[in-house]
């Protein structure tokens, strides 16, 4: 089984350019979920969908963030346009059923963002 | 907004020591999830503890759940060398819908 596969692993990229992020989500999943990490604010949730329906992204800190899940096994993470505060590792996530506490998540190995 | 914040922030330990970790949190709860996070990779799930149980065991790991307190506790016995990581407990979000992780002990264990 793959689980979640997460490209690029790094990006480097300078302030103003569009970053996309990708995620595939292990099959059979129905809830995906996007992260951010910083040493000075942890992991923090921006986005989640159930069944390819954004549920919450009162977490995406600005219009500059876009997430799409045009399908079940594919969800993109879109900067535009980055600035270096976004820089951070971002961390694709996935369960079997949507209901916060009740279910496993299974993270994908992250993508570092650097925005110079 | 965090829900759980874990204490100590860092632990430093001896390999064959114990190590314990402390979570609390500020609302009710459904289950309480605890994660590993290995260096450059993404966190793995641990164990979940159910709002009605107090005390649950996986291999080494041995979680204790306390609703009056609003805290949690992972602890590890007889450490090896590879469970240096950082580990965070997790909880639910206010609509009860996704998860909400604190920042995390960074455990490192010496041999």
């Known amino acids: 089984d793959a689980g979640v596969i997460q490209s690029p692993r790094h990006e480097v990229t300078e302030m103003g350019q569009e970053v996309t992020l990708r995620c595939k989500p292990i099959s059979g999943h129905n809830s995906l979920f996007w992260y951010r990490q910083t040493m000075m604010r942890g992991l923090e949730l921006l986005i989640y969908?159930?069944?390819?329906?954004?549920?919450?992204d009162s977490g995406m800190p600005e219009d500059r963030f876009s997430a799409k899940m045009p399908n079940a096994s594919f969800s993109t993470l879109k900067i535009q346009p980055s600035e270096p505060r976004d820089s951070a590792v971002y961390f694709c996530?996935?369960?079997?059923?949507?209901?916060?506490?009740?279910?496993?998540?299974?993270f994908g190995p992250g993508t570092r963002l650097t925005v110079l | 907004s965090q829900q759980g914040e874990e204490d100590p922030q860092a632990l430093s330990i001896q390999e064959g020591e114990n190590a314990t970790m402390n979570c609390s949190y500020k609302t009710s709860i459904n289950n309480l999830q605890w994660y590993r996070q290995n260096s450059g990779r993404g966190l793995v799930h641990l164990i979940l503890?159910?709002?009605?149980?107090r005390e649950k065991h996986s291999g080494r790991l041995r979680v204790t759940l306390d609703t009056s307190k609003k805290s949690s506790s992972l602890l590890i016995t007889a450490s090896r060398a590879a469970d240096t990581a950082s580990y965070f407990c997790?909880?639910?979000?206010?609509?009860?819908?996704?998860?909400?992780f604190g920042k995390g002990t960074t455990l490192s264990v010496s041999s």
């Open positions: 997790a909880t639910d979000n206010q609509a009860g819908t996704a998860l909400i």
């Open positions: 969908f159930n069944n390819n329906v954004p549920i919450d």
């Open positions: 996530a996935s369960s079997k059923l949507a209901g916060g506490s009740y279910n496993e998540q299974f």
């Open positions: 503890i159910r709002s009605n149980e």
